[in-house]
């Protein structure tokens, strides 16, 4: 079974990836073909990782922002969203890609609330109730949080070493 995402960042990139049923992990994993992308790690990695971004095409990877809006669409009507993934992909997961330490950092708890705020905004305007440039203050305060939440975790890799 295959269902769609969709994210809006602050270029205003809309994208669109499945989701396949993985039956050993009991889960629905992305995967991308534009991306040339399969599974969580990979995705996040692409997407939102704070190294190096790689894909099938690394220019349009790394020009690509951390997305706050994640939704599975509606089979028969794709303007209708029909279920909320973003805290599961850009909190639960992202988290996990990190050893759970992100949860840890400051900003995270910045992290999660502006995660929150934009992905109901981010659903009004793929159902075309809201337009998302009045929301271009919160996305660029978003982009901050995730600079220091990235500049956080990097000077606590540093420590380590």
Same mark, same amino acid.
């Given at each position: 079974?295959?269902?769609?995402?969709?994210?809006?960042?602050?270029?205003?990139?809309?994208?669109?990836?499945?989701?396949?049923?993985?039956?050993?992990?009991?889960?629905?994993?992305?995967?991308?073909?534009?991306?040339?992308? $399969?599974?969580?790690?990979?995705?996040? &990695? +692409?997407?939102?990782?704070?190294?190096?971004? *790689?894909?099938? %095409? @690394?220019?349009? !990877?790394?020009?690509?922002?951390?997305?706050?809006?994640?939704?599975?669409?509606?089979?028969?009507?794709?303007?209708?969203?029909?279920?909320?993934?973003?805290?599961?992909?850009?909190?639960?997961?992202?988290?996990?890609?990190?050893?759970?330490?992100?949860?840890?950092?400051?900003?995270?708890?910045?992290?999660?609330?502006?995660?929150? $705020?934009?992905?109901?905004?981010?659903? &009004? +305007?793929?159902?075309?109730?809201?337009?998302? *440039?009045?929301? %271009? @203050?919160?996305? !660029?305060?978003?982009?901050?949080?995730?600079?220091?939440?990235?500049?956080?975790?990097?000077?606590?890799?540093?420590?380590?070493?």
């Amino acid at each position: 079974m295959v269902t769609g995402c969709r994210f809006f960042g602050k270029q205003h990139n809309d994208h669109r990836w499945v989701e396949i049923f993985d039956k050993k992990t009991k889960e629905w994993v992305p995967a991308d073909p534009t991306m040339n992308i $399969i599974g969580f790690d990979q995705w996040l &990695k +692409a997407r939102a990782w704070f190294g190096e971004r *790689h894909t099938i %095409n @690394d220019e349009f !990877s790394s020009d690509m922002i951390a997305p706050f809006a994640i939704y599975v669409v509606n089979g028969n009507n794709r303007s209708l969203m029909e279920e909320n993934r973003t805290l599961y992909y850009m909190s639960i997961k992202l988290d996990a890609l990190y050893n759970n330490q992100l949860s840890k950092l400051p900003s995270w708890s910045k992290w999660v609330n502006g995660l929150q $705020i934009l992905s109901a905004a981010g659903k &009004k +305007a793929f159902e075309g109730q809201e337009n998302l *440039h009045d929301h %271009n @203050d919160q996305i !660029s305060e978003l982009a901050d949080v995730y600079q220091n939440l990235k500049q956080e975790y990097l000077a606590t890799q540093k420590v380590k070493n």
